[in-house]
């Protein structure tokens, strides 16, 4: 259904409608087709003259209050729907919709939204299958030796990265076209900001999540990644999910605060660059000079990245390892297949007289520069530090999903301070 108001229409724009509704002083004159319209004129005795618009004729009458009334006198039965919504302008009591209807009803048209634009759906979709099998067979089924070790800690920057890079591009182009119509429903008191940016992010969420669970389902078991608990599977899907969440936070407040998608793509490197250097993979955080290694506490990329490689390194048996003691360790020339620790070494990555320097998920770490003090927030086990840096993920994201909401609050009184000066 497709509701418009116009002026002055011309007569073969104004047949087009299929319904004309006509309003004299804030009250329903008629309602109906164009027909009924030019024949209840007839019937009420002021017909439309031969050759003149009758659009122009309608409102020169509805000027005289004799015709109004006349036309609302011989006017076609309302509809059902038509009297209840007569009755519910009429209706003296004040029914204000509450906010939570409003959002639930905004939660709907963004659900239709998205339907409405499948190619978009689509291309997201085919996006994710792509980057996935990309990373997968880039990484496939890597060793569990050193080089294996840091490949890892490579395809886990690499998928976290892309999570955050289609989480911030994909928002920056929907919210950038749909903030003309929040502005001015806004404005028009339809709904608050609150309702539009909750109902946003809701749908939002789900987008994101759908798409990151659909990367790691593909990649995870491509690459080879820590399969000895379906846990590990499980966090490793929820940490790129509130990453991908946390890069649509940041496009949404590019988007929100510039309302330029030339502006936003401009400002966008200046949000991701400091995100991958400070993450801990380019340099470790315990290098960096200040205050960078301050700055690097407030990335969320940093906590992400700490998490998945903790989540691969979490070893779930050591027994066979540690009763092996240096046998495994001094190899000399023995190879990995039959090791009884979850890594070992090649002949050629053999340092000093045939030791392994890495045997254990707790020596992967440190390989990585992920020992002691150079990590926080840090637990008693490996699971533990999982744990804290996924709450400090998820911290941040809560942060920027509020800051996003700021300045949306920001932008909307901006606009209507800027309305009400205009109107006096």
Request: charged content about 15%; proline content about 4%; overall charge neutral.
């Given at each position: ?59 020169e009458q509805l ?31 004040d029914r204000r ?114 798409f990151g669970s ?211």
């Amino acid at each position: 259904t497709i509701i418009s108001t116009i002026h002055q229409p011309s007569e073969e724009v104004f047949r087009q409608f299929t319904k004309v509704m006509l309003l004299s002083h804030g009250e329903l004159v008629f309602l109906g087709s164009v027909p009924e319209l030019l024949e209840t004129l007839s019937s009420s005795g002021f017909p439309c003259p031969d050759g003149l618009n009758p659009a122009d004729c309608v409102v020169e009458q509805l000027d005289k209050p004799e015709v109004a009334a006349a036309i609302a006198a011989n006017r076609p039965p309302l509809s059902t729907r038509a009297v209840v919504v007569r009755a519910a302008i009429e209706d003296s009591v004040d029914r204000r919709v509450s906010e939570m209807s409003k959002m639930c009803t905004l939660l709907r048209r963004n659900i239709a939204c998205t339907k409405r634009e499948p190619m978009l759906t689509k291309i997201r979709f085919i996006q994710s299958v792509v980057i996935a099998l990309v990373c997968g067979f880039l990484f496939f089924q890597l060793d569990l030796n050193l080089m294996g070790v840091k490949s890892r800690a490579g395809a886990i920057f690499m998928l976290a990265l892309t999570q955050m890079l289609f989480g911030l591009l994909g928002t920056l182009n929907v919210f950038i076209g749909e903030r003309p119509v929040f502005l001015r429903e806004t404005l028009d008191r339809c709904y608050s900001p609150a309702s539009f940016y909750c109902a946003r992010m809701i749908v939002d969420t789900v987008v994101q999540s759908v798409f990151g669970s659909v990367v790691v389902a593909i990649s995870y078991f491509l690459v080879g990644f820590n399969s000895d608990s379906v846990s590990n599977f499980l966090v490793a899907a929820a940490v790129l999910v509130v990453m991908s969440n946390c890069g649509s936070s940041v496009g949404f407040v590019l988007s929100a605060r510039t309302g330029n998608i030339n502006a936003a793509l401009a400002l966008a490197p200046l949000a991701i660059v400091p995100q991958v250097l400070l993450s801990g993979f380019m340099i470790d955080t315990t290098s960096m000079v200040p205050p960078f290694n301050g700055l690097s506490y407030a990335v969320f990329f940093r906590y992400a990245y700490q998490a998945l490689l903790f989540n691969e390194f979490n070893c779930a048996d050591r027994s066979a390892c540690d009763a092996a003691g240096s046998d495994w360790i001094m190899q000399g020339n023995k190879g990995c297949d039959n090791s009884p620790c979850k890594y070992c070494c090649d002949t050629v990555e053999l340092v000093g007289g045939g030791i392994c320097p890495v045997t254990t998920c707790q020596e992967a770490l440190a390989s990585l520069g992920l020992a002691g003090e150079e990590v926080w927030p840090v637990g008693e086990t490996e699971s533990e530090t999982v744990f804290h840096n996924v709450l400090m993920l998820c911290a941040l994201m809560v942060f920027l999903r509020t800051l996003g909401y700021i300045v949306l609050v920001r932008v909307f009184r901006s606009a209507d301070r800027a309305t009400k000066m205009i109107k006096k």
